[in-house]
């Protein structure tokens, strides 16, 4: 195992006793700590094991005693992800706490750079990931739902909720590689659109403003109500056909 030096070690030269100044040890929290600022700066694309090595002022071998490889990272990184969303209230009616969890759940992807990509690339497999599959498998069941149905509509939430954030990070990196603040990137956008011939596109361009203008709070949860009323709505189907 690689180790870093963690004890001062004194030398005697001249009559003078010098220390090596003290060093952190090398484990996963420093290295998931080093890996979320470089993700913060130069996202998920650009890290490398070689790079966190010279992050962190160690070789690359010794990150391998604690991460195997950038699979069991991106594991380590969604776990992350995952750790900031809390479980709701189970007393709470279940369309009222998919709502807060799911709201809860967009907040945390929003904190991190490339987060869809890394939740996506990992299967989940870690505590705090599972906790939450969980959560969900038993809200949905015991609301009702079928259990076949279960994994479904748990994935179709999961999935507005990726596709939502996907788009509000897009829209937001469009706008600062642009240099350009929110507003002045959706005022070019509404101008390129009103000026598209509007007798072919007569209800694209009349809704230019609303098209462009995004509201993302209340645009999400327009989406989650909508989603969730579809839920209910299969919900008393089942019922009322039984």
């Keep these: 195992m ?17 220390t090596e100044p003290l060093h952190t040890p090398l484990d996963r929290a420093r290295i998931v700590g080093a890996v ?13 094991m070689r790079k966190i090595a010279d992050v962190l002022g ?39 706490q998919l709502r807060s969890w799911a709201e809860s759940f967009r907040a945390s992807l929003l904190r991190f750079r490339d987060a869809v990509p890394i939740m996506n690339a ?19 069941a015991e609301a009702g739902f079928a259990d076949e149905r279960v994994p479904w509509l748990a994935a179709m939430l999961k999935n507005y909720i990726y596709g939502f954030v996907e788009e509000e990070t897009r829209l937001r990196e469009r706008a600062q590689a642009a240099r350009q603040r929110q507003d002045e990137a959706e005022n070019g956008y509404a101008k390129q659109i009103l000026a598209l011939p509007q007798e072919r596109y007569p209800h694209f361009v009349r809704l230019a403003a609303f098209t462009v203008s995004m509201n993302g709070d209340e645009e999400f949860r327009f989406g989650l109500d909508v989603l969730l009323d579809g839920f209910r709505a299969q919900l008393l189907g089942v019922h009322r056909e039984s």
């Design 122 to 140: 990992a299967h989940a497999a870690s505590p705090n990931r599972l906790d939450h599959i969980e959560y969900l498998y038993r809200t949905l």
């Design 58 to 96: 160690v070789k690359a071998a010794a990150l391998y005693y604690h991460v195997k490889d950038k699979e069991q990272l991106l594991h380590l990184l969604a776990e992350e992800i995952s750790f900031g969303i809390p479980i709701p209230d189970p007393t709470a009616a279940w369309p009222a």
């Design 36 to 48: 979320l600022q470089l993700l913060q700066h130069e996202g998920l694309d650009a890290i490398s």
């Design 2 to 18: 690689a180790r870093r030096r963690i004890h001062p070690s004194s030398t005697e030269g001249n009559g003078i006793i010098g």
